[in-house]
């Protein structure tokens, strides 16, 4: 058992680091995975600080904001509740007692970005693996189904701008199998520390993800999945655990709400469309790629039968919906300014399809394969056909790629004979491969090329552009006098 375990590690691992593959060439070209923008403007400085704060041992106050300033309070939406930086500060901690680390600059956070990166998607791939076998009770599907889920263009969008988002794609997994512990044998120790987890380390995420839990019991009181279920005494359990988490985590949650509240930001005074077909999802979606492997189980109206391919499927097309309506954009930002950052959602059901499909692939008739794969071909060309988007001489190689995945995907999938485990095995293999095309060309197209990630790299970090001599020598003499005076601040 154990001996398997680490095996499922190292396969994690190893998606990771190819998920990765085009960043760690940037990376030995002396390029980081940060955006040039908010990566180096805000995710990197506010890191250093709150390192160099927790290390002198200011773990709830401090004097370097302006006065004086709650740490969790200022910074709780970025780094200051999040466990990930919680470990990452302690082993960095280490490694520079042991003289391991000589320097915790800004360079060395833009260096770390990448490895901290590649060991978190190698957890989220083994935590949504586990999650998934549960449901599922099939393990090629289970690490088929994470791999679609990690390695999803959000995963890469979100840890290149604003890296503390991905840490919600850990809670996520571990929420629904909170939820059918539950349902499954009433007991709520999951849910609670899943529920715990997730409101400790960003209330932002915390909230987009109990709008989820909600849209997901609707379903799953629907979509009857056991006889034994039990509606009121499920519905009780998980109300009381989840006053429970609050209870856990008030002493993180509270001070960082209380610092959002107080964050004085004008309001958002336009017009919010219901409905706008703003991207494209299977083409030019800056935020999430919808895989082709979806179109065709759209279609495998046999599995319909399945409840559990019922329920993932459904809660998928509500999401797609959604990414297509402003309004939901603002309820998920709070109702704010319309914000696509709950796509990874879409990422994990749409996985947990694919998941579904691959277990039952050999229940599948001949005919239901056809009929699948026509209608995926059907969507598709239409798709082309009618948008406008997707035909811009820009992103007809993007177009011609995605055509490609699905024809060789189609083609894997009427050819292969699920009787046999090799040939299902193979057939698991080109989708996730298919999986880490599409984040590559993403990486180099989109990240590397149209954000201009590209110029952030040491060069940038050390010219006048970044930190200019004279800006530097002024912060330097603001330093010096303020050694005399104990109350001097630097403010901006």
């Known amino acids: 058992m154990m001996k398997r375990r680490w095996i499922l590690i190292g396969m994690c691992l190893i998606l990771a680091l190819l998920g990765h593959s085009f960043f760690l060439y940037e990376y030995t070209q002396g390029r980081y995975m ?88 190698t957890v989220i791939l083994f935590i949504a693996y586990r999650v998934l076998l549960s449901i599922v009770q099939h393990r090629l599907g289970a690490l088929t189904g994470a791999g679609i889920y990690g390695l999803s263009i959000v995963y890469f969008r979100h840890q290149t701008f604003w890296e503390f988002f991905t840490d919600s794609m850990m809670w996520l997994p571990l929420l629904v199998l909170g939820v059918e512990r539950i349902f499954k044998t009433g007991k709520p120790a999951w849910f609670i520390a899943a529920c715990s987890l997730m409101l400790i380390n960003n209330f932002y995420f915390a909230y987009i993800h109990f709008i989820f839990l909600a849209i997901y019991l609707v379903f799953r009181y629907m979509i009857k999945l056991q006889s034994e279920e039990r509606g009121w005494k499920v519905f009780w359990t998980l109300a009381i655990s989840t006053l429970l988490s609050f209870g856990i985590s008030a002493a993180f949650f509270i001070p960082s709400v209380y610092g959002f509240l107080n964050n004085v930001r004008p309001p958002y005074e336009q017009a919010i469309p219901w409905f706008a077909l703003h991207d494209h999802l299977l083409f030019t979606s800056r935020v999430y790629l919808l895989p082709v492997i979806f179109l065709i189980c759209l279609f495998l109206v046999p599995l319909y039968r399945n409840r559990w391919f019922f329920m993932f499927t459904s809660i998928s097309v509500l999401l797609i919906i959604f990414h297509y309506s402003p309004k939901m954009a603002s309820v998920f930002n709070g109702f704010s300014a319309p914000q696509y950052r709950f ?127 004279e800006q530097m020598k002024l912060i330097q003499q603001i330093e010096s006098r303020s050694k005399e005076d104990p109350l001097a601040r630097i403010d901006w």
């Open 343 to 469: 796509e990874y959602i879409l990422a994990f059901t749409v996985g947990a399809v694919v998941a579904i499909t691959i277990k039952h692939f050999s229940q599948m008739e001949w005919k239901w394969k056809k009929r699948a794969v026509l209608g995926a071909w059907i969507v598709f060309l239409l798709a082309v056909a009618l948008s406008e988007r997707a035909k811009k001489k820009g992103n007809m190689d993007v177009v011609v790629f995605t055509g490609i995945g699905l024809l060789v995907i189609s083609l894997f999938f009427l050819s292969i004979h699920a009787g046999k485990r090799l040939h299902l095995r193979l057939f698991s293999a080109v989708l996730i491969v298919v999986s880490l095309l599409t984040a590559g060309v993403y990486q180099q197209g989109y990240l590397f090329e149209r954000s201009n990630i590209k110029s952030v790299s040491d060069t940038y970090l050390n010219s006048e552009a970044y930190a200019g001599h």
């Open 34 to 121: 940060t955006g040039d923008g908010d990566g180096i403007s805000q995710m990197l400085p506010f890191k250093k600080l709150l390192y160099d704060e927790y290390v002198k041992g200011n773990f709830f106050y401090s004097y370097q904001f302006g006065l004086g300033g709650g740490t969790y309070t200022q910074l709780g939406y970025y780094f200051t509740t999040s466990m990930v930086f919680m470990v990452t500060v302690a082993v960095v901690w280490l490694l520079n007692a042991l003289h391991l680390v000589q320097s915790t600059d800004i360079h060395f956070w833009a260096n770390a970005v990448i490895w901290l990166s590649v060991i978190k998607l």
